[in-house]
Each structure stands twice: as C-alpha cells, then as structure tokens.
C-alpha cells in the first residue's frame, strides 16, 4: 500500500471533540483512510508527500440534506419571494410535475452535475433525497438515480399532497405500497411535517411504517412554524430534526436531551426571506447542530456549504468554530456516521485544502472561491 503524507499544514481542523486544532500539523493517509495526524515535526515516514504551504486543512463537508433529483426551473418563483410574496411550500408541485415529465438520463445527468458543483466546493459526502415524484414509480425512479450518486440516500415521498390525491388516501399510498417500493433503494425515510403538508398524526404513521421496514428516521421540522415535528423526530430516535425555525421551550429541551441532530438550513432562510433559526439558544441548551444547504430549486438553491457557514456565522450567532463543526461533524452525526465528518485514525480520508490560513476565512471572506485542493478517499481530485 502506498502512504501519503500531507504536511505543511498550517492549520488542521480535525472535527475530533478530543483535539480539534492542531498548528502545524500533518497527516498521513495509507489505503483512503487516515493513518495518523499530529504535529508536523513528528510525522512518520511516507511514500509520498504533499506540501500545502501552510494552508489550513478542514474535513470534507458533510451536507446531510439536499434535494438534488429533479427537473425544471422556479425562478419566477424566487423572483416573486424577493418582490414580497411569502413562501409556502406550495411550488413544490411545479416541480414534481416537471420531474414527472424528465427521462432518468436527465435527472441523472443534472444531479450528477450538482454533485459535482458540491465536490469542488469540498462537500464529500452528500444525503439525497427523492420527493419530487410523489408516485410509487417517480419516487422509486428518482431514489433509484440518488443510489448512482451517494450512498445517503431518503425516501420522501410524503412531501407534499399530490393535487390528485386526499390527503388520507395518499399517506397510506406512502406508508404501503410508495414505501415497498422505494425501501430497496433508501437508507432514511423522512416527512415534511408542517401545516400544509403533514400533520402528527400522518406524520408518525409514514415514520413508524419506514422505521418497521428498516429505514431510520429524519424530519423536516418547524420550518413555516411551530408544530410537532422536532418533537415527534426527538421520539422517535430520528438522526436528525431539519429546519428547526420555530422552536419553544419543550423542542429545544427535547432537541438538548436526545440523541437527534438539529439540521439548520441557512439557505432556506437567505433564499425565502424568513426568521433564521436562532442556532445559539439551541448550542448554548446543549442540542447537537448540523449545517447543511438544503440544495433544492424552490427554497434553496445553493450547493455551497462555505456559503452556509458564513449564513451560520453572519445571521445564527454561531461562532466559526461551532460554524465549521456543524457542517463537518455535525454533519456526520446527523447521518450517523463516523467514517466520515472528522479527521482522525481509521476515518475516511476526505480533506480540503483551503486558500486560506484558517478556517474563519469562509465566513471572513464570504462568496470568495477558498477550496484549493479536496482530496477524497485519499485521493486529490
């Protein structure tokens, strides 16, 4: 097996809670996996060796909420948001009938570029999910195109009502036969839980059915108000609880006392004109927060994660540590993984090289191109 040594190092971030800074630093990586960090002048010998000049090196984003599998175009929509219509959620529905009307090569080929665009941005890991079908073959279709793109892959076809559909009839289409369907092709099963959309009651009915096939749970939760979402996530065991906008007292002490992450989505907010979730009071409670883009053609449609951080910092109150930790580690927590989201021994070895001495730069200097180098599995792209 060859090694590689990445020193030159003037900053490593490792997302590792037990030593999370290290100065002039070094990394080796044997196999795709990290083999070892530390201290420049303590490093091992390698078969290889790259110099970074001193750059700071950071995990590979891990964006745990996108929606990259779809069709058409809404930017009458946004035109409209930013002349001071509110959003809803109700454009949904243009594009699942866009979606509907796409080949599998063409949804293959746009989310295979946005994946891309993510990658160059030094997003390494990315969660997909389906949603803009809302039929037992377009939503089977579109997981199907998500399982060639990622291996983090959400079943969500309980995004919205379709037009043709009651509400009662559709969920359990959702929770029956859509699910059967769609299983083989997921690893979470998620729904929209908002006015609008899906109350509690269908809301644990699809969650349970998903759970019981073996699928684990997520939630888009609190976004449009407050509601039941984050606390029917937090009972459940969900990974993660996404949006968290409109939040009370009992859903940011059931955030602080469960295992589930709270997903903030910055984007969302910029992109419709909405309250940002107010991420301090859930840190300072002791709640687990991941950032993520929530990359999707109505709401939010940004493949940058650097963009979240410098949101996070700039509109959440969050520090550019706290900024940085939720888009790498809390990241990989919200997905529940641990290969990934950190750099450490045995993790995947996923590293961005930033133009830049430090981290703080993605919010010290937002919208500028900082990723100089991503390598993925060991390998530089």
């Known amino acids: 097996m060859t090694t590689t040594l990445i ?14 800074e290290i100065r002039d630093a070094a990394v080796v990586v044997e196999d795709g996996l990290i083999a070892w960090t530390g201290p420049a002048g ?18 590979g984003f891990v964006d745990s909420h996108a929606h990259l599998v779809f069709a058409g175009d809404r930017t009458a929509e946004f035109q409209a948001r930013m002349s001071g219509e509110p959003y809803t959620g109700g454009g949904i529905r243009t594009t699942v009938a866009a ?31 389906s949603g803009y079908g809302l039929s037992v073959e377009d939503e089977r279709r579109t997981l199907e195109i998500a399982t060639g793109l990622t291996d983090e892959t959400t079943f969500l076809g309980a995004h919205v009502v379709p037009a043709d559909m009651d509400a ?17 092709y997921a690893k979470w099963v998620d729904v929209f839980c908002e006015r609008g959309a899906f109350d509690g009651d ?13 699928l684990g749970a997520r939630v888009h939760a609190n976004q449009l108000g407050a509601g039941p979402g984050v606390r029917i996530a937090c009972e459940l065991g969900a990974a993660s609880a996404d949006h968290c906008t409109h939040l009370t007292a009992a859903d940011v002490d059931a955030l602080a006392g469960s295992d589930t992450v709270a997903t903030l989505l910055p984007g969302a907010e910029f992109s419709t ?19 993520a883009t929530d990359c999707n053609p109505g709401s939010s449609f940004t493949s940058s994660m650097a963009f979240c951080v410098a949101l996070a910092v700039r509109e959440m109150r969050m520090t550019p540590l706290e ?12 997905l ?44 530089l792209l």
């Open 336 to 379: 529940r993984r641990t290969d990934v989201g950190w750099v450490r021994r045995g993790a995947r070895a996923d590293l961005v090289v930033l133009a830049a001495p430090s981290y703080v730069h993605l919010a010290y200097r937002p919208g500028v191109p900082l990723v100089h180098q991503v390598f993925r599995e060991g390998l």
């Open 273 to 291: 004109r909405s309250p940002y979730p107010d991420a301090r009071r859930l840190i300072d409670a002791g709640a687990t927060v991941a950032l």
């Open 168 to 184: 009662d009839s559709y969920v359990r289409l959702v929770a029956g036969e859509m699910l059967d369907a769609c299983a083989p």
């Open 42 to 59: 303590e490093a091992p010998d390698a078969d290889e060796r790259v110099d970074v000049a001193g750059r700071c090196v950071i995990p």
């Open 99 to 129: 979606t509907r009307q796409a080949s599998d090569a063409a949804l293959a080929t746009r989310a295979l570029g946005l994946v891309n665009e993510m990658l160059a941005q030094g997003t390494t890991t990315v969660e997909i999910k």
């Open 202 to 214: 269908q809301t644990r009915e699809i969650l349970s059915a998903g759970l019981k096939a073996g």
């Open 7 to 20: 020193d030159g190092i003037g900053l490593l971030y490792t997302g590792d809670p037990e030593r999370e």
């Open 323 to 334: 900024a940085i930790r939720a888009a790498t580690y809390g990241g990989a927590r919200a």
